[in-house]
């Protein structure tokens, strides 16, 4: 399996503009730009994208897991911080942090922990980041 997604820039890096696009035509010429990564203007920047992709695959896998324990989950909530500093002469992601908090009727909270535990180190955007990656797993009353 492949997908693509593509970037146009133009112009320098702080007065310069961008988009984005993926394959599947979800983001189309999506606006980025110095002010939306580095900034507090509104926009898409590449970590957020890439805490999107980990969160979004991190449920999928815990969905996962959790369905060859025989438990299927409710509701998975997950939220992604990227975390990008500054290191010698340019930047650097250092981290990802995983916050989850998911109903699963029947579960306990030993599975669910060694599930999530099992989900963030499997998950094929975990394995892709040279990042530190840390979880925050709550169970939710069913």
Known sequence: MKRKAS???SGDL????GTVSTESKTLSNTPYSFSTRFE??????????IGTAHAGCFSMALSMILGMAGLV????????????EKQGDGFTITASHLDVTATIPGADEAAFQKAAEHAK?????????????TLTARLAPD
């Not at 702080?14 to 503009?17: E, T």
């Not at 507090?40 to 994208?49: A, I, K, V």
């Not at 180190?121 to 990656?133: E, H, W, Y």
């Open 14 to 17: 702080k007065k310069g503009r």
């Open 40 to 49: 507090e203007e509104p926009g898409t920047n590449p970590e957020e994208l």
């Open 121 to 133: 180190l499997s998950c094929p955007i975990s394995k892709l980041l040279n990042a530190k990656i």
């Open 7 to 9: 970037a146009i820039w």
């Open 73 to 84: 989950p409710e509701k998975i909530e997950t939220e992604a911080t990227i975390t990008m």
